[in-house]
């Protein structure tokens, strides 16, 4: 266990404290009647202005025709090279 979280820093540019998102995230939470633990991934794209990849086919859906809809892309929708 200790090697794993020696190593995770490398696999990240960036690592964002949760406390900073946890206010912005239940409130995405409550409004998407979402778990909040997929709804910190939603703050953080929303903070830092980036798209959130995701396979989870329930927060797309939630997401949809709301103003988080531009941040999350479906895993069989993204394309790196653009």
């Known amino acids: 266990m200790d090697e794993i979280?020696?190593?995770?820093p490398r696999f990240f540019d960036t690592v964002a404290?949760?406390?900073g998102?946890?206010?912005r995230?239940?409130?995405?939470?409550?409004q998407l009647d979402h778990p909040v633990y997929d709804c910190f991934?939603?703050?953080l794209?929303?903070?830092?202005?980036?798209?959130?990849v995701a396979a989870d086919?329930?927060?797309?859906g939630k997401v949809r025709d709301t103003s988080w809809e531009?941040?999350?892309?479906?895993l069989s929708e993204y394309n790196p090279a653009s």
């Open 41 to 43: 991934y939603l703050a």
């Open 57 to 60: 086919m329930q927060l797309l």
């Open 25 to 30: 995230a239940v409130g995405i939470a409550d």
């Open 70 to 74: 531009g941040l999350a892309i479906s």
């Open 21 to 23: 998102l946890a206010r």
């Open 5 to 8: 979280a020696a190593n995770l």
């Open 17 to 19: 404290s949760a406390a």
């Open 45 to 52: 794209a929303e903070a830092e202005q980036f798209s959130l």
